[in-house]
């Protein structure tokens, strides 16, 4: 069984910057694309940035992202501390959603925002 774990969710201005955390059990890290998606009062759940499983021959991961968020959010993984992390910068108020960790064998499940295994979600708020 996957466990996704997120925390890091918050209140902040317009402008501002959070980072969140997603937790997965140990194998996780080594099998598995992990993404976040989000899903704002009133709307559907969105893709919004999923980083691979597996390792370029640069050495770099595969990372992927929305057009919304592209150039203002960054995810990244370390399997060491079994965590994969999304820094959001440049909030807006358009960014107010619940953000759900997610992960999946495959990398277009996580693309397209049908992964297999998801976490519980945290709020994150942004005031203008």
């Known amino acids: 069984q996957v466990q996704l774990v997120e925390s890091g969710g918050g209140l902040v201005q317009a402008g501002g910057s959070l980072r969140l955390s997603c937790t997965t059990s140990?194998?996780?890290?080594?099998?598995?694309?992990v993404g976040w998606a989000r899903q704002a009062p009133g709307k559907e759940r969105e893709f919004v940035a999923g980083?691979?499983?597996?390792?370029?021959?640069?050495?770099?991961?595969?990372?992927w992202y929305s057009d919304s968020v592209k150039g203002r959010f960054t995810i990244s993984r370390d399997n060491a501390k079994n965590t994969v992390y999304l820094q959001m910068n440049s909030l807006e108020p358009e960014d107010t959603a619940v953000y759900y960790c997610?992960?999946?064998?495959?990398?277009?499940?996580?693309?397209?925002?049908?992964?297999?295994?998801w976490g519980q979600g945290t709020q994150v708020t942004v005031s203008s």
């Open positions: 997610n992960a999946d064998l495959r990398d277009s499940q996580v693309r397209s925002g049908n992964s297999d295994y």
């Open positions: 140990g194998r996780t890290n080594r099998v598995y694309a």
């Open positions: 980083v691979s499983a597996g390792i370029k021959f640069s050495g770099d991961r595969i990372t």
